[in-house]
Structures are given as C-alpha cells and as structure tokens.
C-alpha cells in the first residue's frame, strides 16, 4: 500500500491508525476489572476447585498465583500472534496445546528450582490446563484482540484468580495452623490462655465457606455485582 | 491461503506438533541435572529422616556421609555383593520386578551416638500408583525406629495422607518379628481396638479411613521387601562378619 499524504488521510483511516497508548483507560481496565468487578472466582465462578484444594497455606497459594500468571500471560499472548493463522476447526486442540505446554513448562522448572514447592503442588500444577479460566480467556479474549490486550487480559485474570486464592488462603493459615506464609504469628501466650486452631479450617469445606464469606462481603461493597430480580 | 482447507489444517497442526515437542525436549534434557540432583538430595534427606535426623536438602548430603556408615546391597541368601553400589545402582522400582534371585536388596547402615540402626528401602503398589518409603530398624533388627512413606499418585487427602508425619509415627516401636521369632511385619489395620497405637507389641498401626487399598499396600509392602532380608537380618553378628 502507497503511503497516501497525511494532509489527504480520510479521518476515519486516521482515527483508526491511532496508537494507543499502552496503559489507556481500556487496557488499564482489562488489567483491573479482573481484580474485582469481574472476577474469575467470585463473580464468574472459574476455578474454584483449585481454589478450595490449594489455599491451605499461603506459600502454595502464591506459587500457585505466580504459575498461573506465567502460564496464562504465555498462553494468551502465543494464542493472539497466532490468531489469524489458527485453522479454525482445530482451534479449541491448539488452544490446548499451547496450554498444556506452557504448563510442562512451568512444572519441569518448579522441579528444578522450588522442589519442595513443586511436589506439594504435584496434580494442581498439572490441573492448571483444565483451570477454566485459562481455556476461557484464549477462546474469549486472545482469538479476538492483539498481542499486548491479550498479554494485559491474561495478566489481569491470572491476578484477579491468584488475588482471591491468596486471600483464602490467608484467612485458613492464620485460623487454621496459627501461621502466615510458614511463620507463627499466634504467639505462644494466647494459647497457653486456652485458644486453640481450628481444625476445620484446614478442611475443603471451610474454604467455600471463606470463600462465600468474601462473595458476600465483595457484594455489599461492589452494587454493580448485585443482581436485579 | 484457504485456513480452512484440509492440507493448511494438517501442516497447521504437523508444525505445530513439531515445535512443541522440540521446545518441551530441549527444557526437559536442559533442566534434567538440577532436577535428578534434588531426587537424590530428597532420597538422602528421606533415609536420614527415619533414624530421627531432620534436615532440609542442601544439608542431606553432609549428614548422609556422616551417618551412614555402610550402603550394602545384598543377595537372597544375605551375603553382600561388592560389586554394586546401593545408593546409585539400585533402582528399586525395575529391582522389583527382577526374580529374588537375581535382585540385589539395598541396605544402609546407620551411626547415630554409639547406636545402629538398618534402613530398608521398601516400594510397593497403593491404589492408583506406586508407593516407596524406607524403614529403620534399632540394633535388635526387629524394633522400628522411624518410617518415612511416599508415593506418586494417592488420592489428595486420603491415600496420600500416609506421607503425613502423625501416620509415619504411629510404626515407631512396633516390631516386626513375633514372640516366636517369625517375621509378620506390620499391618496398617481397619479393625485395630487400639486407635491410639499404645500396644507397640500387636505388630498392627490403625488405618486411615478412606485409604483402605493404600493401607493395604503399606502393609504389603512392609512384608515383602522386609522377607528378602531375613537372611541378614537373623544372621548373628558372627555370621555376618564370615559373610563379609
């Protein structure tokens, strides 16, 4: 294509041709809206399984978090460089296996640098390509909008997921175990005067219970969520 | 181009198949030293823990060479065979699959202030996937001192609850010989009166509910690796001196 005269740019071709800035209003928004308005978890209700199974602890919890950041960020940015190359019939399997090796990816260098870590993660780290999220946000968002959307998208979800977990997460350490991210923060004194953990909090269950707790609270303060009916 | 043809959607996916294998390759050989390094390190830190000494992995390796003292891998009948080193050479999951005759029976001897203890690696099968762990046995070759319990695939919370340290604990100071000198080894029992595992002479632990197959496995485990060695472990110190 000629390069036409700036002074002869038909305006909508100019207005189309405008860069935008990297962290405008609209891409601000696909980084936040996650964090709260529309969130995996608590508002879109994704991911909840891993969020029940790994907020015992907080380290896991961030591990996690961070892995799924990586993973997703990954993902959604190679789906969106592909996107006008994907055959469309076999989206959904490429999809996939970018997904799924991105998640070896990840787990092969847990094992080589966080062991520890990566053997209390052992299934979830494999789970993360089942996490609904991810699959949702390539088939939603990265097969339709640019590299640096998608990359500001996965980011943003990945958090917004990650943000809840580590909140769980924190609220069953601190009951449960008396603990924050492997340290005693309960000190000695309050339980020699007969305060003791709370068991339950270690146990699924009450992780959805937090995790209501949190959708309920989320609500009262956020009146967009509230649903009219 | 046609993206929807037939020939764009099969070299789509052959490329596609290509890099990422070569991708996945090149990490997996690149990261394989750091990764096999830890494996050992935790196999250290795994033998040294049922002889009561904790320690994280970067300093298994120092206490491993100060307290085990002998790594041996016997025969079927207990002699030793020089010839093969325990620790390295012996790969316990293709070892079990070997003829008793044929297999060599890793054995670590442990030094802790004046007292011996013998560890036994022990592998074995639980529900859905294989499970290993190793036991320490005192001076007497029939009291345990500590039991340390792995496995690859148990179900979160319930089979794979055996690698939790309140359920490893509960096999100190069972044993595994019977008052008339049989070896029965050591059942992880559903119908066990004794749920807090005082009585340390009925060679029983109490299970976990929901892990029936698992505890099964345990204790399968436990007296098909522990049979192999009866040789050494009823040998009489001068037996093992003419053996050696």
Redesign the interface.
């Known amino acids: 294509m000629s390069k036409p005269k700036s002074n002869k740019k038909p305006a909508i071709f100019f207005v189309a041709k405008e860069r935008e800035p990297l962290f405008s209003k609209k891409n601000r928004g696909l980084l936040k809206d996650p964090l709260d308005d529309n969130n995996p978890i608590t508002v879109q209700v994704l991911g909840i399984c891993s969020a029940l199974?790994i907020t015992v602890q907080l380290k896991p919890a961030v591990v996690m978090t961070l892995s799924v950041i990586a993973v997703m960020a990954a993902s959604n940015v190679i789906v969106s460089l592909l996107r006008n190359?994907?055959?469309?019939?076999?989206r959904i399997?490429?999809q996939l296996?970018v997904v799924a090796?991105m998640v070896?990816?990840v787990d092969?260098?847990l094992?080589?640098?966080a062991?520890?870590v990566s053997k209390q993660l052992s299934?979830f780290i494999g789970l993360i390509i089942t996490n609904c999220i991810v699959m949702g946000r390539l088939e939603a968002f990265a097969l339709g909008n640019g590299v640096w959307k998608s990359f500001l998208d996965g980011v943003g979800n990945a958090a917004g997921y990650g943000f809840m977990l580590i909140l769980v997460a924190f609220f069953r350490e601190l009951f449960g175990s008396g603990k924050l991210y492997g340290y005693q923060v309960i000190p000695d004194s309050i339980y020699e005067m007969g305060y003791e953990n709370n068991g339950l909090m270690l146990l699924?269950p009450m992780a959805l219970i937090t995790l209501g707790i949190i959708i309920w609270v989320q609500r009262a303060r956020n009146r967009k969520l509230i649903e009219k009916n | 181009m046609n993206r929807d043809s037939n020939a764009y959607t099969f070299g789509f996916a052959a490329a596609m198949v290509l890099v990422v294998a070569s991708v996945l390759a090149f990490t997996a050989s690149s990261l394989k030293d750091l990764q096999s390094e830890n494996v050992r390190k935790e196999k250290m830190q795994n033998i040294l823990s049922t002889i009561g000494i904790e320690t994280d992995r970067e300093g298994a390796e120092k206490l491993f060479n100060n307290y085990i003292v002998e790594q041996l891998a016997l025969r079927n009948d207990g002699s030793v065979d020089e010839t093969v080193d325990a620790f390295s050479e012996i790969k316990l999951a293709i070892e079990v699959k070997k003829d008793a005759k044929t297999q060599r029976f890793p054995l670590y001897v442990a030094t802790v202030d004046l007292a011996t203890y013998y560890i036994v690696p022990l592998r074995g099968s639980g529900l859905w996937d294989a499970i290993w762990g190793y036991i320490a046995l005192d001076e007497d070759r029939n009291t345990i001192k500590g039991a340390v319990f792995d496995h690859k695939g148990e179900t979160a919370g319930l089979g794979a609850e055996i690698t939790q340290q309140w359920f490893m604990d509960r096999f100190v100071g069972e044993k595994i010989f019977n008052t008339s000198g049989d070896l029965v080894g050591i059942s992880v029992s559903k119908t066990n009166n004794d749920p807090n595992d005082t009585d340390k002479d009925d060679h029983e632990v109490d299970a976990i509910s929901g892990a029936t197959i698992t505890g099964d496995g345990v204790s399968d485990m436990i007296i098909e690796r522990l049979q192999h060695y009866l040789p050494y472990l009823k040998a009489t110190p001068a037996d093992l001196a003419y053996n050696n």
């Open positions: 199974a190359a994907i055959p469309n019939r076999i399997i490429v296996v090796s070896i990816l092969q260098v094992r080589a640098y062991y520890d299934i699924s």
